[in-house]
């Protein structure tokens, strides 16, 4: 409805009525008091979607109002794609309609303005008969649906109804996403854990400090995220943060990596290079696998930790560098110190402050939530991300993950892609985490609510189900050939084959 007060303006905000009675509600019903009837809470005006509709056809935004509005859905008309941005930036619209052809700037232009804007906001476009390959086009930048004109007004609820749907599915990934950011994220690390938040806290502690960072854990623990929040961590340090894996490089490659080198100072070597420990300066070096290098390299690396200073390989020039030291391995120094493979003396030039990252199968806490993460990590861009089915969430739990959350992440990300649905379940999950093989018998999960021969029976039938099939694949569908595979009479297998539901036709054209 048109407030006849407001002509100056361009939004035609929907009935007024409507507020109204929100406000009448809210004086009968405190705010915070969520026990009121159903129907009460229902119509709550906060609960309420908002809609935007664009068309420079003052008709057709009136009839869909007329058609939309309702107790659960407030709609605001535009009739150009100007005045529809400047509304998109001032509300927040669940759902825009826009006609893809108008007046001034155009549907397409306005879908391509909110996708750059990032406006949150689910597009329907409407368009007249014939023009399919634009709504190709303006689906492509980005809208989710389209409705013909004439619009017909059971195509318009159901989609709609869809686009309210998709809506909410994204507001609850956001919220999840938010909570996770929150509650139980410290610089995308996430987890509820105690350690873990016991190593969040001291990594708070430490920022200001220069102090060397040992980072021990199993592989796939996420050492390399804590090395960057210790990095991040530390606002006031202007450098980078240079990372070096330790054990990819041959000893004298390692060294000019580290060090830099002079020109000419070996065959390959035409210009002088600056080194790692000069390109971290007033920053942070991450020495990765450290359990790793040569003894010859600890002993100059244990130098550079006493001194601060260095050669370039080749060169005489002493550099003089600022850095924060972090190093991880997945070995256990102290056991190879004791061994005799690593320096002592370097071990404790390392261990000022240890960070032990425990691994995953000690904090199972985490898995569930790292799902949600990676699932929403893994979500193609315009669905809502899968859903993990509860038996095979119950394998990843009891699973004992020796590749940590590294192989959770692969799991969840080639589940995703794999499953056409949207539930994951325990057969789209690598075979080593649910223990189900091709070959392997059906397992059961015993319940002693039931007595033996239950189970046996099911097992039973479970047998017989899967020798039919075979039998039958290998008859090509034959039910006499079928039955002499099995060793029964045509009668009884015929009897099996109907009792069981099994479909026959399939194997006949193979
Ligand atoms: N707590 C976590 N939250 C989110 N992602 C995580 C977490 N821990 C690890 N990851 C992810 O798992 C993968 C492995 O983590 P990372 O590389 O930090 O492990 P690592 O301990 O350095 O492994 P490696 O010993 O094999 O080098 C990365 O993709 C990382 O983003
Ligand atoms: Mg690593």
């Known amino acids: 409805m048109e407030n006849p ?18 406000d009448d509600r809210s004086k009968a019903v405190p705010p915070n008091e ?8 229902e119509k709550d005006d906060r609960m309420r979607r908002k809609l ?5 056809d003052p008709y057709l935004t009136t009839q869909l109002r007329k058609l939309l509005e309702s107790d659960e859905l407030s709609v605001d008309t535009v009739s150009s794609a100007q005045e529809a941005l400047t509304a998109l930036g001032e509300t927040d619209y669940s759902v825009l309609i826009t006609d893809l052809k108008m007046p001034g700037m155009g549907g397409m232009e306005l879908i391509r303005e909110v996708a750059q804007r990032r406006v ?3 597009t329907i476009v409407t368009t007249g008969f014939g023009s399919i390959d634009r709504v190709v086009e303006a689906m492509r930048l980005g809208a989710y649906d389209f409705l013909t004109k004439p619009i017909d007004p059971n195509n318009l609820k159901l989609v709609m109804d869809r686009a309210l749907k998709k809506r909410a599915l994204q507001d609850e990934v956001l919220r999840l996403r938010q909570q996770l950011k929150e509650s139980y994220s410290f610089n995308s690390i996430i987890s509820k854990n105690p350690k873990m938040h ?44 240079v990372a070096i894996n330790c054990a990819a490089l041959p000893e004298n490659l390692l060294e000019s990596e580290l060090f ?4 000419g100072s070996f065959t390959s070597a035409d210009a002088r290079r600056k080194g790692r420990f000069e390109l971290a300066d007033k920053g942070t070096i991450f020495l990765d696998e450290i359990g790793d290098i040569s003894q010859a390299m600890q002993a100059k690396l244990l130098r550079v930790l006493q001194e601060k200073r260095f050669e370039r390989v080749g060169g005489h020039e002493s550099i003089e ?74 394998r990843l739990l009891v699973y004992r993950w020796p590749g940590n959350v590294r192989e959770l992440e692969n799991a969840i990300e080639r589940s995703s892609v794999t499953t056409v649905g949207d539930t994951i379940n325990p057969d789209k999950l690598p075979a080593r985490i649910t223990g189900i093989s091709e070959e392997e018998k059906p397992r059961y999960e015993i319940d002693l609510q039931h007595p033996l021969p239950y189970y046996l029976k099911e097992a039973t039938e479970q047998i017989e189900k899967q020798y039919i099939r075979k039998a039958l694949e290998k008859s090509r569908g034959n039910v006499g050939r079928c039955a002499e595979l099995c060793g029964l009479s045509r009668r009884s297998v015929s009897g099996k084959i109907s009792q069981y539901e099994i479909d026959k036709y399939p194997f006949k054209s193979t």
């Open 198 to 241: 016991g190593i969040f806290e001291l990594i708070r502690h430490i920022a200001g400090t220069k102090s060397t960072v040992l980072i021990e854990g199993e592989t796939g623990t996420g050492k390399e995220l804590i090395a960057k929040a210790v990095h991040y961590a530390s606002e006031e340090r202007q450098g980078s943060l």
């Open 260 to 263: 830099g080198h002079e020109k």
């Open 5 to 22: 007060n407001d002509s100056g303006k361009t939004i035609h905000k929907g009935t007024e009525f409507a507020h109204d009675r929100a």
């Open 120 to 122: 949150l906001v689910t």
């Open 321 to 394: 560098v600022d850095v924060r030291v972090v190093a991880a391995t997945n070995k256990n120094l102290e056991k190879e110190v004791k061994e005799g493979r690593f320096r002592e003396d370097l071990f404790y030039r390392l261990n000022v402050i240890k960070v032990d990252v425990p691994p995953l199968r000690e904090r199972p806490e985490d898995i569930p939530l790292l799902v949600t993460h990676f699932l929403n990590k893994y979500a193609r861009p315009n669905d809502p991300p899968k859903k993990m089915a509860p038996d095979a969430m119950e």
């Open 34 to 41: 969520h026990e009121g009837p159903p129907e009460v809470r």
């Open 52 to 56: 935007l509709v664009v068309d420079d």
